[in-house]
């Protein structure tokens, strides 16, 4: 079955450690994204890449990372400099074409930090 | 810039009621708009999508027009039931753009 894998689902972190989140497809998607989503606030667009070894600043970027080494995978790292780094993380892929195409969402990691 | 609008939740509805979940946008451009659904825990699923004024998504019982004039396309269900429960977004792309952009969300709780 095609689809989009992000693990873990659910992550603990201490304050003032980076923390990578792992986003994995295999629709053979060129593009894909990472979102922030927090309660009352919708999502909001960190990076995104639409070919391999490219990618792009979102809305909220200050605070991650991103690499795009592969076409199938685009991990976030969530780096000290984050000051309110809990929250629910969504990566999503999509075919790049300049016309519609709908993103396709994986199931998520809630990240806590304390 | 693009922005989207949706109605404010929580949203709660007796089994077998009629829906409506109110979204206009802000577009610069020709944009293509969608409805997303969150169970909890889950991601997002896309629920359906107009491409052009005039068109109407439909998928699983819910419809939605795209009204150009209005700027909106509201969500519309007939009956629903205790398993649509769930987050609502309304969401819209501007052709040529890579960025969807999201309304809040609208939470929906059906009691039996």
């Known amino acids: 079955d095609g689809g989009i894998t992000q693990s873990p689902k659910y992550l603990f972190r201490k304050e003032g450690q980076n923390v990578t989140l792992s986003c994995e497809q295999n629709?053979?998607?060129?593009?894909m994204y990472w979102y922030r989503q927090d309660p009352g606030q919708g999502l909001r667009l960190i990076y995104y890449s639409q070919i391999v070894n490219d990618f792009q600043k979102g809305d909220i970027a200050e605070g991650y990372s991103v690499s795009r080494e592969k076409k199938e995978s685009f991990p976030l790292t969530v780096t000290s400099a984050q000051k309110n780094p809990t929250a629910f993380y969504l990566c999503?892929?999509?075919?790049?074409?300049?016309?519609?195409?709908?993103?396709?969402f994986g199931p998520g990691t809630r990240l806590t930090v304390t | 810039g693009d922005s989207v609008t949706q109605m404010e939740g929580p949203v709660t509805l007796s089994e077998e009621a009629f829906l409506t979940i109110n979204c206009t946008y802000t577009a610069t451009g020709y944009p293509s708009l969608f409805w997303y659904v969150q169970y909890p825990g889950e991601g997002l699923q896309l629920l359906l999508k107009a491409t052009k004024a005039d068109d109407k998504g439909s998928n699983k019982g819910f419809e939605a027009t795209y009204r150009k004039e209005t700027t909106s396309f509201h969500l519309e269900k007939g009956s629903v039931q205790v398993s649509d429960s769930a987050v609502y977004f309304c969401a819209l792309r501007d052709f040529g753009n890579e960025k969807l952009t999201f309304g809040t969300g609208t939470r929906l709780t059906i009691i039996p």
């Open positions: 629709l053979n998607h060129d593009a």
């Open positions: 999503a892929s999509s075919i790049f074409l300049a016309g519609v195409d709908e993103q396709y």
